[in-house]
Structures are given as C-alpha cells and as structure tokens.
C-alpha cells in the first residue's frame, strides 16, 4: 500500500488537465483529495482501527460502490471518487511495498513481508521523505494535507456508505476525531523528520542523535505496535524515484479507465 504522501501525490497528477484540477481552491478539488486519504483515516490516533480495516476488507471496494450512489452534491462525489481512487492505488502499490520490504529486511522477512509488519510501514514513509526530500514536489503534497480539514462535514456520506455495508457507523464525533488525527499525525511527522535530518540538511549531530537515541527506541517500541514504523522509516532503493513515478502512472491509468469524466 501506498503511505499518505504517495496517495496526495497519484491524487493531484489524476486532477492534472481535469476541470477539477484547474483551481486548487474549489471544493470539489479539496474535497477529491480528502477522499484520497478517506479509508486510511481511520488508523490515525482519535480513529476507530476496527473502522480502517471495514474499509480496507474483503468489502472495501462494496463500501466505494455504496459511497458512489449516495452521493448527493459534487463535493460528495468529489470524496467518493477520490476513495476509489485510494483503493485502487493500494491495489497496484501494494506489490511493490512487499518487495521491498522483502529485499530491505531479508532476515526478518524469509520472502514473506508480512512476518515483519513494521517493514510495512518503514518502506511506506521511507517512499514518502522520497517525495517530500524533493522540493519540487514538496509544496503541492504539503499543501494537499490541507484539504483534509475540509472532509469534517462528509460524515453522512461517510456513515451512510458504512451503515448499508456493515450496519455500523463512526459518530459525527469519531469521524472528526479521525480527521484531526490525521492532520495532527502528517504535521508531526514532517516535523520530526526536519529535525532528524531527514528532511532537509543531513548534519552530521541530526544522523547521530537519530541513530544513537532515535532508533534503537523505535525498533523496540515497533515490537508492540508496529505502526510505529512510520518514525524509523527506510530509503527505497537507488532507482526508487522512477519505480515510483511509473507504479503512480499505473493507477492513475486504472483509475481514468473506470472514470470517465476523470480521463
């Protein structure tokens, strides 16, 4: 799967050359790009997991459906095409992640990814300071985080679509708690890697407080959570940057082909 970045950065090249993507200030553009972190809000702290992993099931792409036909105003639609979206990047970067992983922890992992689930998300975030370490692509997906805050109000499409799938649904309350997770999370994160050196200068004190102190307590929190991966991310490999353009090209082509105003 794809980490929050990755999914900003296949979100705004789908919106490139679309009316949609023509003013960054329209709803329908902010709420697209809300909708293409949608399934994944939920794992963020002040979101309900068990409501990630309904979205992210055997029924995750019933639930899209269900989303699309109770959209009622082009914002809505906006958000459930962007969760369609989020879903079928998943599907096509998923592989990659788990090679990845495979190759990046090769003791831990024996060819099967999933006995190392920190990996998961060492090799997601480690594709995100990928995108954010380039400054030109650095600005838009920043400023794409802001269109999460935008998203609070579509709790009824949101609890609708849950509701008709698994006949439970987040309170207006969780959802917004969800959402503000979220932006809480991806702000904390940029901020923590600018101050390791990940971002940004690489000194020399930033890497040896990062190795000496910074990591051994995250390889041993990553034991009991291992979603807290995402701190002690890890570099792609060297030819990463094109990898990631050509696997952003695929599901954004996938994606064209079943929308068609998006094409």
């Known amino acids: 799967m794809a980490a929050a970045y990755w999914h900003f950065l296949i979100g705004l090249k789908v919106l490139e050359g679309t009316p949609e993507g023509e003013d960054p200030g329209a709803s329908c553009f902010r709420s697209f790009l809300g909708g293409v ?8 702290p002040g979101g309900e997991r068990s409501f990630g992993e309904v979205t992210h099931g055997e029924g995750a792409f019933a639930l899209a ?22 879903l079928l990047a998943d599907d096509v970067t998923h592989p990659l992640v788990d090679r990845w992983v495979c190759e990046r922890f090769p003791r831990r992992c024996a060819c ?8 998961h ?3 997601e975030w480690g594709i995100d300071l990928l995108l954010l370490g380039d400054d030109q692509a650095a600005v838009p997906l920043t400023a794409a985080a802001g269109a999460l805050g935008t998203i609070v109000p579509l709790h009824g499409l949101v609890s609708s679509a849950l509701s008709s799938v698994c006949g439970r649904a987040p309170s207006p309350e969780e959802w917004r708690g ?9 702000a904390i994160f940029r901020r923590s890697w600018r101050l390791t050196g990940f971002l940004g200068s690489k000194g020399v004190l930033k890497r040896a407080l990062y190795v000496s102190l910074v990591l051994p307590l995250a390889l041993a929190a990553t034991r009991k959570n291992p979603q807290l991966g995402v701190f002690i991310p ?4 060297g030819d990463a940057a094109a990898v990631v353009a050509a696997y952003t090209a695929e599901a954004c082509r996938l994606f064209r082909e079943s929308e068609r105003r998006f094409a």
């Open 37 to 44: 972190q949608g399934p994944d809000v939920f794992f963020y």
């Open 65 to 86: 459906e269900a989303m699309k036909k109770a959209a009622r105003t082009p914002p809505e639609g906006a958000f459930a095409a962007g969760w369609r979206l989020h």
């Open 112 to 119: 099967d990814p999933s006995r190392y689930p920190a990996g």
């Open 121 to 123: 998300h060492r090799v």
């Open 178 to 186: 969800s959402v503000e997770g979220m932006i809480k999370y991806l």
């Open 234 to 237: 890890v570099p792609p490999p």
